[in-house]
Nanobody, 119 residues
Framework: QVQLVESGGGLVQPGGSLRLSCSAS????????MGWYRQAPGKQRELVAV?????NYADSVKDRFTISRDSAKSTVYLQMNSLKSEDTAVYYC???????????????WGQGTQVTVSS
C-alpha cells in the first residue's frame, strides 16, 4: 500500500504563489506516475497536472503551474504562480503505483490540502 501526505496549502492573495508538496511512503514496487487534482465546492474533481514520462497540464493552469518530481520519484511538487480566485479548491495528490508482488497498477489518493486565493 501507499500513503500520500500533502502539504503547502493555505491562503494567498491573487497574483501570489504557493508550492505544494506530496510525499509517498509504504510498501510498493514502484510509483509510475504522480499528479495533482483539485475540487472546488459544487464541482467535480479535475486534473491539474500529472508527471510520468512527460508532464501534462490542464489548459487553465498552463504557463502558471509547474509539476516536478524528485529523483526517487517518491515526492511530487506543484509550484503555483500568478494564482487566481478560480484556483481556490482542495488539491489532492494522486500516485499510480504497483504494490509489492502485484503486477498491476493501482491509484492512491492523499487527503487533500486547501488552497484559497482571496483578497
Amino acid at each position: 500500500q501507499v500513503q500520500l501526505v500533502e502539504s503547502g496549502g493555505g491562503l494567498v492573495q491573487p497574483g501570489g504563489s504557493l508550492r505544494l508538496s506530496c510525499s509517498a511512503s509504504g510498501s510498493f514496487f514502484s510509483i509510475n506516475a504522480m499528479g495533482w487534482y483539485r475540487q472546488a465546492p459544487g464541482k467535480q474533481r479535475e486534473l491539474v497536472a500529472v508527471i510520468r514520462r512527460r508532464t501534462n497540464y490542464a489548459d487553465s493552469v498552463k504557463d502558471r503551474f509547474t509539476i516536478s518530481r524528485d529523483s526517487a520519484k517518491s515526492t511530487v511538487y506543484l509550484q503555483m504562480n500568478s494564482l487566481k480566485s478560480e484556483d481556490t479548491a482542495v488539491y489532492y495528490c494522486k500516485a499510480v503505483a504497483q504494490p509489492m508482488a502485484v503486477g498491476k497498477e493501482y491509484d492512491y489518493w492523499g487527503q487533500g490540502t486547501q488552497v484559497t486565493v482571496s483578497s
